[in-house]
């Protein structure tokens, strides 16, 4: 499925390491968040080691400087300084921590919900946070003092929520990035659900900006606080917070400049420490994790296309399908018009070059196209059920248990935070009620039945420890994991080397042999064809131009572009001998040409090709071609 991981996709890197030490390992991040925990607990503790209360008055002793008695000296009424910074914080930092609170709260869930689900919830998300975004902070702030009597909690609570909009911007940003990831659609096909999948699979993937995102919204959250209380909003003398000692202060700045010093300092460090602390974290995870995606919007427009009923012996049965994707030149078909069936307990090799269509077909079968994509016109039955696949794709709810996909990108298709057994495990809890225990040993039965070696070492690994072989037998593990009873393998064993495609080929065959569940197999490979399939089904440019017993098309083709492609087949080559090509590539879907969209590299082409749609039909029973001259194709060309 290369295109549709294009737009975002690069192999999740395994992340072991804890954000939090590497945090530590950076001098001034240890530092500051040292000094911020160190300043939590004290604060925390005030009441207990206070030296006094942050009310007592002490006439003797006004302004008095620092001494044994009053660490940081007293105030215009002999109050203690320290005393008063360690209650005053209680007040200041938990204001810092409502405003934090509902910011968390209000914009996690609701950017990973945006992002996650993009389409109208997105659209509604992003609106509501633009206009959030245009309203005045300190005047609404003001607005709310005055309506709630000088009420502070109620000022940050809604400091937060007006911060809210930051953070689901970027932790929209980040889920967007994340999305495509081939392991989360591979959770997908498991049939976690949406939630299951987010919290598990993609909060800790976005975590990073959400940490921080907070820690520098905490500092500006502290600002506001002492602002308003320096302004004499929010708490009142005599009741210690910070912003109001640096307003009591001031009344004294010609006299006492110094006065200003404990509360000014404290201020500042913290805000400091909170910066710090959040550009350490963003310096510890990179900027991995805050790559974007384009936001298309689907715009259908629908392709004439035939939706004949379901083929009654089929357990999968696809009839008229065309899929479109927004682009530069407007609303594009992509896949135009396919049909095809795939019979319980049969192979179907989805067979063509590369930009044919193949991938987008299978996808749009499972509801998992990219961003954008819409499916235009046709039906699809999965054991007689209706999947609805133009509207939402009923195939959601049996991806996982009756349907399971394998990807071409193993490695990226696992979570690499999470190990082999327990990501297993979990898929197996996903569909069967069984306790932990017991899903651990489904998990080790499942790496088994894939024939991994040494499944309990496996079981305990990182994908990152996999080799490229492991990591396929873990994904069709994954697959199996909910008995499905259609396969659907999109080039398996493309980014396999040599002798270990030809293992993952025979394991697929032995699980076929031993389960009875049909395979749908997407390849551009004749060998593997030949090696696995019972029928192929062959598309050009979009639309099925060929399809039969996998015998007979080897035979015999019925369609030049069968014939072409199976001259040009690398398994046939002979040594000193030059092997034919096709002429040409595969048009772009923009630019199909009219007629028959093969006839600018087709030998056979005559003027009839390039006027009129050419229809499929079946020149023989069971035999399915798009070719007007199909006859004058060499009979008896044997091409296995
Ligand atoms: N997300 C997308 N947005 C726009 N166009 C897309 C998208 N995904 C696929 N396409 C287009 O759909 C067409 C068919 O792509 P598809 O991936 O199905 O081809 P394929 O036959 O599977 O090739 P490959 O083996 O290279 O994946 C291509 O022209 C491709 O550009």
Redesign the pocket.
Known sequence: ????L??VATAPTARRDNTWLRVLRRPLGAVSLVFLALLVLAVAAAPLIAPYGPLTQDLQATFAGPSAQHLLGTDNLGRDILSRLLHGGQVSLLGVAYAVAVLLIGGVPTGLVAGYHRGRIDAVVVRVTDVVLAIPVIITLLVVLATFGQNEVAAMITFGLLGTPGMIRVVRAATIAIRADLYLTAARVAGLSTTQIIRRHVLPRVAGPIIVRAFLFAGAALLTESGLAFLGLGVQEPEPSWGGMVASASIYINQHPSLLIPAGVTIALTVLAFGLVGDAVRDAIGGRHLRYAGS?RPAPHPVDSGTDEETPSALLSVRGLS?G???ETGF?T??NDVSFEVRAGETVGLV????????????AVLGL?????AVTTGRCWFDGEDLRITGRNRCADIRGSQVGLISQEPSASLDPNLTVGRQLAEIVRRHRTVSRSQARVEALDLLQKVQMPEPVAVAGRYPHELSGGMAQRVCIAAALAGRPRLLIA??PTTALDVTVQAEILDLLRHLQETTGMAILL?T?DWGVVADLCHRAVV?YA?QVVESTEVEPMFRRPLHPYTDGLLKSNPHRVVVGERLPAIAGT?P??HEWPRGCHFHPRCPLAGPDCMETAVPIFEPTPGRLTRCLHHDRLAVGARHA
């Open positions: 499925m290369t295109v549709a294009l737009p298309a899929v994707f927004p682009g594009t992509v896949v063509g070059e590369s930009g044919c269509g193949k991938s987008v077909t299978a996808r196209l990219a961003s954008g994509g999109d080039e997407v551009h598309m979009g595969v772009p879907p």
